[in-house]
């Protein structure tokens, strides 16, 4: 049991450490970037991270969660998972290839028509190119978290990210590339790293199981109703920023990029446990332990709601000190939004401790639908809120859907976790 105990935290402190660097040498480059280039080109900046963001959820097809998921249950059968791995692999790099050229044929459209900027047609065309080395990333980050090798994982995404702030901050620094600095700075590491990461999985690989009929199937069935899910959650909290940028104008996206970046921070701690809990949560439920699954559910729940209230409070008093002093005074404004996200985020970000839980035991197309529901009503608020109230409209629509999420996601998953039997679970989860 003290192993057990020890490796869990071993494993939360990897994922911690990988979850904080991304965040740290973001905030880093936002930072730079909103006070050499100012608002407006923290505001482009953010549009166009917003695409690669978005993109990046097609572009891995939820083939990383399934890997996580496959390779978690069938962790002792050594043949099963080296076929869902490299089917997961061919997987990956079709579909971040054609998410890719989607993309790219997408770019004046979405530059001129939908943000009204043009620069950012050459910047979005750019983003599309890396899509097939994001997706395979994707899938080597899955296997690695399915089977628990938390510092690899930590390793592959600190290396990326350190990269991206260093190799951009020249670039935007040194040689005055502006925006378009920033932006090849995100895209070259992502593409090298990519290229790289299977070898941190190679002894898995099996050639023979590139395509494998039964694995690619199950693999894409799963990773379809992930991505439709996930991207349908990426955008609930990031719709805001597309509205904003629709509706006003890149200035007012960039004021409100620094309240969502202080907001965000609300997530690392849960983010980190996540990436333990998805796999245990897998192995429990692959052994029919649906009560080990429903304690471990909402003992961490309870424990990540109460670490997400207190952050949000010391956000709350700090946080007016931290916009001047980082970002000057030029986003002071940013202060009211930031109160009214961090009641959203205090209360979903404490979920993302267990949110893969309806993944893990299989109920994806649950999951997807409740992201859809929310994804409406998002919209719908968006809509009305953003043309009246501006970026305070746009705080208050993000935080009462993830609120509106939480409360219909918890509901559920404590509805189908009440069943005694991993049978029950799946019978009452059957069903288009």
């Not at 249950?73 to 790099?93: A, H, N, P, Q």
């Not at 296997?143 to 260093?166: E, H, W, Y």
């Not at 202080?262 to 983010?271: D, F, G, R, V």
């Amino acid at each position: 049991m003290r192993r057990l105990k020890g490796k869990t935290m071993s494993d939360i402190k990897w994922a911690f450490i990988s979850t904080a660097m991304a965040s740290l040498v973001h905030f880093i480059l936002r930072t730079i970037i909103g006070r050499e280039l100012g608002s407006d080109g923290l505001g482009v900046y953010t549009l166009a991270f917003t695409i690669y963001l978005l993109g990046m959820q097609f572009a891995a097809f939820g083939i990383g969660s399934a890997l996580t998921k496959y390779v978690a249950e069938f962790l002792e059968d050594r043949l099963t998972i080296d076929k869902y791995i490299s089917s997961g692999l061919t997987s990956s790099i079709i579909t971040g290839t054609a998410m890719g050229l989607v993309l790219f044929l997408l770019a004046p459209h979405l530059a001129n028509s939908i943000f009204h900027t043009p620069e950012m047609e050459g910047m979005i065309k750019l983003i599309s190119i890396c899509f097939p080395f994001i997706a395979i990333q994707k899938a080597v980050l899955g296997t690695l978290n399915g089977f628990r090798k938390m510092r690899r994982l930590a390793f592959l995404n600190i290396v990326q990210n350190v990269s991206v702030v260093l190799i951009s901050a020249v670039l935007v620094l040194s040689f005055d590339m502006s925006v378009m600095g920033a932006i090849i700075g995100l895209v070259v590491p992502t593409m090298i790293v990519g290229l790289l990461s299977p070898i941190l999985i190679r002894n898995h690989i099996a050639f023979a199981s590139l395509w494998n009929g039964p694995a690619l199937r199950a693999t894409t069935v799963f990773g379809f109703y992930i991505v439709l899910g996930n991207s349908i959650g990426f955008l609930n909290t990031q719709m805001d920023n597309l509205f904003i940028g629709y509706y006003l104008d890149p200035s007012e996206v960039g004021i409100y990029a620094v309240a969502v970046l202080l907001a965000q921070t609300m997530t690392l701690i849960p983010t980190a446990i996540q990436y333990v809990t998805a796999p245990m949560t897998a192995t429990l439920y692959g052994k029919g332990d649906v009560k080990g699954v429903r304690r471990l559910f909402f003992s961490t729940l309870k424990k990540s709601l109460i670490m997400s209230a207190v952050s949000a409070s010391i956000l709350a008093v700090a946080s007016p000190y931290i916009i001047t002093l980082v970002f000057t005074d030029v986003y002071s404004t940013s202060y009211v939004p930031l109160l009214i996200l961090l009641v959203g985020y205090a209360i979903s970000a404490s979920y993302g401790a267990v949110g893969a839980t309806l993944a893990s035991i299989g109920m994806v197309k649950v999951s997807f639908r409740i992201h859809a529901m929310c994804a409406l009503f998002n919209i719908l608020l968006n809509i009305m809120l953003i043309p009246i109230l501006g970026i305070v409209g746009a705080a208050l629509s993000t935080a009462g859907t993830m609120i509106a999420n939480f409360i219909i996601t918890v509901s559920i998953v404590k509805n189908y976790l009440s069943r005694g039997s991993k049978n029950e679970c799946k019978s009452d989860s059957a069903g288009p």
